[in-house]
């Protein structure tokens, strides 16, 4: 197989010095991969690397950008992709609306424990990777919670819990493809959590996506800021959104004012949506 290898940081490009993880060690995938599948030809682009708390969509969107570029000029029979863990989830629901376009198969990987810390779990998890694009499969591998690699959905996956184990979304449905936004700035979302008493600014977001359980969570402040901000022409949408059963009052309350359900989906991939739809 000829593989795109996209190194795009995270844990698995990292090591552990004196108790702190530093990222920047890219050289661990590299190295398992050139001595592990002799037979396979790997490619190595230079990608901008960053961390889960340094992760914005701007860098997303060139990810996913220059790998797509890639794909239209040389000709791959899978795209592997390492990145952190704690926003992968994120960039899996983006890949997930983007990536099939190219009809090549894709795996996103990486890893909680730094190589030096922990090999079996970065290696378990790249070598799974490489069986899953030898099968044409696509998605993102991690451990579950019995300790052992799986292939998760990329368009049902959820962000890991504070275990470190992945989930996928049980109420979920295959996303519409789209095309990568080009040259377009992206929107700002403003991202209301299912917390009592959230602080709503008035300003500096261009959509809103409320993050609720099944009931909505509707305020008075909420809904008259959602009529406020539909009546301003900003998109705003809610989810996750079950697809069966009763409508709770306070969830129809928002959508009496304006908001769209976004239903089977978890709150990552509605914000993937809301982002480039």
Known sequence: MRILAAMLGGTIASENVS????????????SFLLENFPSD????????????ENA???????????IVSETETTRYDGILISHGTDTCAFFAQLAARTLPNT???FVITGSMKSPDVDSDEPSGNLAFAVKMLSEGRSG????????????????LIMSPD???????YKDGIEPSLRALPAGEKLPKILTVPAFPGSVLPEEGFDRVLICCNHSGTASAELEGAVRNWVSRGIQVYMAPIPRDGGVYESRQILRDAGAVELSGMPVEGAWAEVLIR
């Open 140 to 155: 993102v591998v991690f451990r579950n919670e019995s300790g052992e690699e799986q292939l998760y959905r990329a368009h």
């Open 56 to 66: 914005t969509p701007e860098l997303y969107i060139n990810a996913l950008s220059r």
């Open 19 to 30: 108790g702190t993880i530093k990222l920047g060690r890219s050289s661990f995938v590299r």
């Open 162 to 168: 504070i275990n470190g184990i992945y989930a996928e």
């Open 103 to 105: 009809k090549i198969p």
């Open 41 to 52: 030809e790997f490619v190595f682009p230079s990608f901008e690397t960053y961390s889960s």
